[in-house]
T-cell receptor
Framework: GAVVSQHPSWVICKSGTSVKIECRSL??????MFWYRQFPKQSLMLMAT?????????EQGVEKDKFLINHASLTLSTLTVTSAHPEDSSFYIC????????????FGSGTQLSVL | GDSVTQMEGPVTLSEEAFLTINCTYT??????LFWYVQYPGEGLQLLLK?????DKGSNKGFEATYRKETTSFHLEKGSVQVSDSAVYFC??????????????FGKGTLLTVNP
């Protein structure tokens, strides 16, 4: 089946630095990618929807200047957490859809971000 | 807004035991309902789904029936295996038309099956 690769799987960074997370669709073209955030024992919360070649659509309450999303190609979307702070520590998950009529959704394995 | 409430874990069972993970939802209209599974170190995978009331989704021995009257989509399996150990997420998607794949998830339920 279709595979979505998310990298890195975990990252530790110092407060004030920026971290980039990549999400790649390996064997299909992803017209739309989604970025989620999950706190321990909480639901996955949709942060933004990313369409190739256009600006991401952010959910209410998500700072677009802090969480920069780029979807420059049909196989790659990136999430950059800028000037990270300890409260940004979380589990980030991407997903991608093929855009076909059936519109199956495939998920990456997630990135655990820890900001010291 | 839409919401999904699922049974809190962790759930620990012995092999061949019966499994139920409860899921209820709040949504307007008639959403589609899903169960996703996340095995250790992997991404979420669609386990089963139902798109209208009274539909039963099934896969790998798991079943869930879309109950409009009780706004529920409980996950069941008659005999669990060690390989079923994973986190299970209930989710809904509004059927508002178009290619909107915005999912609302429950918190996830960790299932551990012991031999």
């Amino acid at each position: 089946g279709a595979v979505v690769s998310q990298h890195p799987s975990w990252v530790i960074c110092k407060s004030g630095t920026s971290v980039k997370i990549e999400c790649r669709s390996l064997d299909f073209q992803a017209t739309t990618m989604f970025w989620y955030r999950q706190f321990p024992k909480q639901s996955l919360m949709l942060m933004a929807t990313s369409n190739e070649g256009s600006k991401a659509t952010y959910e209410q309450g998500v700072e677009k200047d802090k969480f920069l999303i780029n979807h420059a190609s049909l196989t790659l979307s990136t999430l950059t957490v800028t000037s990270a702070h300890p409260e940004d520590s979380s589990f980030y998950i991407c997903s991608a859809t093929t855009g076909e009529a059936n519109e199956k959704l495939f998920f990456g394995s997630g990135t655990q971000l820890s900001v010291l | 807004g839409d919401s999904v409430t699922q049974m809190e874990g962790p759930v620990t069972l012995s092999e061949e035991a019966f499994l139920t993970i409860n899921c209820t939802y709040t949504a307007t209209g008639y959403p589609s309902l899903f169960w996703y599974v996340q095995y250790p170190g992997e991404g979420l995978q669609l386990l089963l789904k139902a798109t209208k009331a009274d539909d039963k989704g099934s896969n790998k021995g798991f079943e869930a029936t879309y109950r409009k009257e009780t706004t529920s989509f409980h996950l069941e399996k008659g005999s669990v295996q060690v390989s079923d150990s994973a986190v299970y997420f209930c989710a809904l998607r509004p059927n508002s038309g178009g290619s909107n794949y915005k999912l609302t998830f429950g918190k996830g339920t960790l299932l551990t099956v012991n031999p």
